[in-house]
C-alpha cells in the first residue's frame, strides 16, 4: 500500500489550503484514515481522523478550522485548513490504517504571519 500526498504549499495567515492523500488500494475496507502533522523540533502529533462509518475527530488545536474526508470511489482522503495559523506549520502525513498501519511521504505547510 503506498500513499501519496499533496497540496501543502506556503499560504499567509487566516488563508487556506485542501490537502489530498491518494492511496493505491482500496479505501473502503479502511478502519480508519488520519492526518498527522510535525513541526521543526517537534514530535509528530495527530490532527484529524476519519473513520470507516464516516465519524471524525479532530486535535482541539484545529477543530472548527479542518475538515477531514473522505472519498471511498477515488481512494483518497482529504484535509481541508481553513483560517491557518503560523503555528499550523509542518510537514503533514497521512495514514491509513487496515491491520497495519501505512503512511505517506508528507507534505510541507507554511503558514506566514
Known amino acids: 500500500v503506498q500513499l501519496q500526498a499533496s497540496g501543502g504549499g506556503l499560504v499567509q495567515a487566516g488563508g487556506s489550503l485542501r490537502l489530498s492523500c491518494t492511496v493505491s488500494?482500496?479505501?473502503?475496507?479502511?478502519?480508519?484514515l488520519a492526518w498527522y502533522r510535525q513541526a521543526p523540533g517537534k514530535q509528530r502529533e495527530w490532527v484529524a481522523r476519519?473513520?470507516?462509518?464516516?465519524?471524525?475527530n479532530y486535535a482541539d488545536s484545529v477543530k472548527g478550522r479542518f475538515t477531514i474526508s473522505r472519498d471511498n470511489g477515488k481512494n483518497t482522503v482529504y484535509l481541508q485548513m481553513n483560517s491557518l495559523k503560523p503555528e499550523d506549520t509542518g510537514v503533514y502525513y497521512c495514514?491509513?490504517?487496515?491491520?497495519?498501519?501505512?503512511w505517506g511521504q508528507g507534505t510541507q505547510v507554511t503558514v506566514s504571519s
Open positions: 488500494g482500496s479505501i473502503f475496507s479502511a478502519n480508519a
Open positions: 476519519i473513520f470507516r462509518g464516516g465519524s471524525t
Open positions: 495514514n491509513v490504517m487496515f491491520q497495519m498501519t501505512y
